[in-house]
């Protein structure tokens, strides 16, 4: 079988040109590198053929041109719906009993964000305003991202990827508001876009059994390379068991809390030089799961 990198390279000039941007994940696509190689990696797994990565590539270049999503890292988020509601925590991934958790090698940690929606109050106040909770939830993502560290030397292995937990302890998934649904829906579709593989492993966690049907029927919308890396959990304990004892008291670990695990930004949001840009030219419900 053909390698199908050389065609996608040779496209990347008219990619950027078209985009008026040259960034995807704090990495330049101008000029080769390993850690260019392995953005292309990612989206032409996704993807499949050339063709449909280009305008996948070209999809992302034209969004984050727009949305700026590494401004979404420094930018001020309101703390009253926000501030308990996403955290980022790293652990040894010797650690972790779960084969799916990969790290990228160069003694990386695991990168792990968690999304706490039981710390929810306000679900219109939360959600309602669908631009914020994006922003804040592309914030979330971008952090987990430079956490990674791709950038550094030869960068990471190509399975190198994010962990995410999503602990819907006290939350009524029978009864979530159409504000939920819609930013959730909205959430999905910008993370399935524009940043492809990097997800290694998501846990639902404080699921009860009786509620496992509706995780089962989301399976339906997405691809089954993506559900293979789902698993839900009925007790939030059960969390240290995959991910080993350094997680939080409250998953069955023997860390710190979420809130003093939680991690600081490494590195300021990326900001792309001028040089570095080429001229101008009915459904089943769904949980919230972006």
């Given at each position: 079988m053909t390698d199908p990198l050389?065609?996608?390279?040779?496209q990347l000039p008219t990619l950027i040109s078209t985009a008026?941007?040259?960034?995807?994940?704090?990495i330049s696509l101008s000029l080769p590198s390993p850690q260019r190689t392995l953005v292309l990696k990612k989206y032409l797994t996704a993807h499949k053929t050339?063709?449909?990565?280009?305008?996948?590539?070209?999809?992302?270049?034209?969004?984050?041109?727009?949305?700026?999503?590494?401004?979404?890292?420094?930018?001020s988020h309101d703390q009253s719906k926000f501030g308990a509601l996403g955290f980022m925590t790293t652990v040894d991934p010797g650690l972790c009993s779960d084969g799916?958790?990969?790290?990228?090698?160069?003694?990386?940690?695991?990168?792990?964000?968690?999304?706490i929606y039981g710390a929810v109050r306000d679900h219109k106040s939360t959600f309602g305003d669908q631009g914020a909770f994006l922003r804040w939830r592309v914030g979330l993502m971008e952090?987990?991202?430079?956490?990674?560290?791709?950038g550094e030397g030869e960068g990471p292995g190509e399975d190198i990827a994010i962990v995410q937990v999503h602990d819907y302890l006290n939350v009524s998934l029978l009864r979530l508001p159409p504000e939920t649904r819609a930013a959730t829906k909205e959430t999905i579709a910008v993370l399935s876009a524009h940043y492809p593989e990097l997800l290694s492993r998501k846990y639902f966690v404080n699921v009860p059994v009786v509620m496992g049907w509706m995780f089962t029927a989301t399976k339906v919308f997405l691809s089954k390379e993506t559900v293979a890396k789902f698993q839900v959990l009925s007790y939030g304990s059960y969390i240290a068991a995959e991910l080993g004892k350094e997680v939080p008291k409250d998953y069955g670990g023997e860390g710190a809390s979420l809130e003093e695990q939680d991690l600081e930004v490494p590195g300021k949001a990326v900001e792309v030089r001028a040089e570095e840009v080429a001229p101008t030219k009915t459904e089943p419900a769904q949980p919230a799961v972006g």
């Amino acid at each position: 079988m053909t390698d199908p990198l050389p065609e996608l390279e040779s496209q990347l000039p008219t990619l950027i040109s078209t985009a008026s941007h040259s960034e995807i994940w704090g990495i330049s696509l101008s000029l080769p590198s390993p850690q260019r190689t392995l953005v292309l990696k990612k989206y032409l797994t996704a993807h499949k053929t050339p063709t449909a990565t280009s305008a996948a590539l070209l999809a992302t270049l034209e969004w984050r041109k727009s949305f700026k999503p590494g401004s979404c890292i420094t930018e001020s988020h309101d703390q009253s719906k926000f501030g308990a509601l996403g955290f980022m925590t790293t652990v040894d991934p010797g650690l972790c009993s779960d084969g799916l958790v990969k790290a990228g090698g160069g003694g990386r940690r695991a990168v792990v964000t968690w999304n706490i929606y039981g710390a929810v109050r306000d679900h219109k106040s939360t959600f309602g305003d669908q631009g914020a909770f994006l922003r804040w939830r592309v914030g979330l993502m971008e952090r987990g991202i430079r956490a990674l560290r791709l950038g550094e030397g030869e960068g990471p292995g190509e399975d190198i990827a994010i962990v995410q937990v999503h602990d819907y302890l006290n939350v009524s998934l029978l009864r979530l508001p159409p504000e939920t649904r819609a930013a959730t829906k909205e959430t999905i579709a910008v993370l399935s876009a524009h940043y492809p593989e990097l997800l290694s492993r998501k846990y639902f966690v404080n699921v009860p059994v009786v509620m496992g049907w509706m995780f089962t029927a989301t399976k339906v919308f997405l691809s089954k390379e993506t559900v293979a890396k789902f698993q839900v959990l009925s007790y939030g304990s059960y969390i240290a068991a995959e991910l080993g004892k350094e997680v939080p008291k409250d998953y069955g670990g023997e860390g710190a809390s979420l809130e003093e695990q939680d991690l600081e930004v490494p590195g300021k949001a990326v900001e792309v030089r001028a040089e570095e840009v080429a001229p101008t030219k009915t459904e089943p419900a769904q949980p919230a799961v972006g």
